[in-house]
């Protein structure tokens, strides 16, 4: 397998992980905050990808119009492809994760709950998204019955 000055070159320019630690190590920074609070943070990586597809249009249009495998595969095996998906990955994942880390902020959802998964937000990111989603519910719904149960006790 040969390596692409094109996939480093296009990821060199993409400093996502600096982002995902301050959201997980220092969520409570007001310099996390403000960062975070910032649709910049998903501009660079938005803007990046679009970069990457504008050019390819012809190529990605009709795979991604009428997915099939086989031209979805040829696709990706490519380097161009491949760091294409990839960058889609991280601007994506990246943006996910900004609106949770937001959200769990103004819910006041714990740091040490939203550190794990943020994590798998970012590394296996759908199942992520669905325990933040599990995990909003679970909040809201101890928010919710708290008052009663201190009523009932007194």
Known sequence: MTSSPFFGQALSGLPVLPLWLLMIVVPFW???QRVMRSPLTVVLPATLYAALVVPRLG???PVV???????LS??????AGTTIAWVHFLA???FVGRCAYLDSRERGVSAWLMAPTLITI????PPGFVIYLALREAVRLR????PALKEHSA
């Open 59 to 61: 190529e990605v249009l």
């Open 30 to 32: 007001s310099g996390t």
């Open 143 to 146: 928010r919710t019955s708290t």
């Open 92 to 94: 994506f994942d990246l």
């Open 65 to 71: 119009l009428q997915p099939e495998l086989e031209p």
């Open 74 to 79: 040829m696709l990706l095996a490519r380097p």
């Open 122 to 125: 970012l590394m296996p990111g």
